[in-house]
């Protein structure tokens, strides 16, 4: 038996476990292959909860920091970053943490962009949210040379808060990330609350929410011209990352 799954709190309807089910049955070496989902609440317990011929896992809400004390190696990626959403069981029982997240958003950013010709480093963002998404978002974009601002609920040195977005920062900023989970199913009125009049038939909209797939986020860019994305492909390609990593020697 090859069991990999899935850690969070609480886990409702999971993309994952569909994608690796699909991705299984189209293995010709399925057979005793199984990804489970672990709703774990308090991540001290998760070595008790776990068993003990798992192969690896992945972590969602809220665990991709507070993991990382129960890691006995990080990728330096992951280390930069400050996040975990994939773990991979060691030959000696060990577990090493790698994020995924940052690569399938770098990937996926790059072939958007791409699409519509875009010099990379001719663009100046913003990133909406101070999670565990947006510090992978942020690693991204410093791989691909895009300057950022991060916007936040609270005051920090070097990022702005929302009150202090102006339809003109707005405008100077063409490219506008949503890592927060305002707009997420089953609260999909919500949205962040920034000045839309600034967004312009230049600018990019990428909402790493896919559920729905078109968030009030993505509809509000779209009404203005904008060029719009949401997150499945990012989601597709951690999740293909995480296989590779699993089932690397
Ligand atoms: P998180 O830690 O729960 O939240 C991210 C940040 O959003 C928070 O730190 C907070 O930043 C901001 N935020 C939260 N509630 C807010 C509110 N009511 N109003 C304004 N801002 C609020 O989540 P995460 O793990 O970073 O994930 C963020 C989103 O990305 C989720 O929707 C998740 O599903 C999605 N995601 C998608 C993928 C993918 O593959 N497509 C991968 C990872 C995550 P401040 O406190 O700084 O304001």
């Not at 069981?89 to 699409?115: C, H, M, Q, R």
């Not at 510090?135 to 070097?158: N, W």
Request: with cysteine; charged share 20%.
């Amino acid at each position: 038996m090859r069991l990999y799954g899935l850690v969070g709190w609480p886990l409702g309807h999971s993309f994952s476990a569909g994608y690796f089910a699909e991705r299984f049955a189209a293995s010709d070496r399925t057979k005793g292959w199984r990804y489970v989902n672990f709703p774990v609440e308090k991540i001290e317990t998760l070595r008790d909860v776990l068993p003990r011929d798992i192969r690896g896992f992945n972590v969602t809400i809220p665990h991709k920091r507070s993991i990382l004390p129960l890691l006995s190696q990080l990728d330096p990626q992951a280390r930069e970053i400050g996040a975990v959403n994939c773990v991979k069981v060691l030959p000696n029982g060990d577990w090493k943490g790698y994020n995924t997240d940052a690569p399938g958003f770098e990937i996926s950013l790059k072939g958007f962009l791409n699409s519509y010709d875009e010099g990379l480093r001719e663009l100046k963002a913003l990133v909406l949210g101070g999670g565990g998404a947006a510090a992978a978002v942020e690693h991204a974009l410093g791989r691909l040379g895009i300057a950022l601002r991060k916007v936040s609920r609270h005051a920090a040195a070097g990022q702005l808060l929302y009150a202090e977005l102006t339809p003109e920062r707005v405008r100077a900023h063409r490219l506008i990330i949503n890592a927060t989970p305002l707009g997420m199913a089953p609260w999909v009125e919500r949205k962040p609350l920034i000045p839309y009049e600034g967004i312009t038939p230049g600018h990019y909209l990428y909402d790493l929410i896919y559920n729905p797939a078109l968030s009030v986020f993505l509809r509000e860019g779209g009404k203005r011209g904008a060029w719009i994305k949401n997150g499945l492909e990012m989601l597709v390609l951690q999740a293909q990352r995480s296989w590779e990593i699993w089932n690397e020697e």
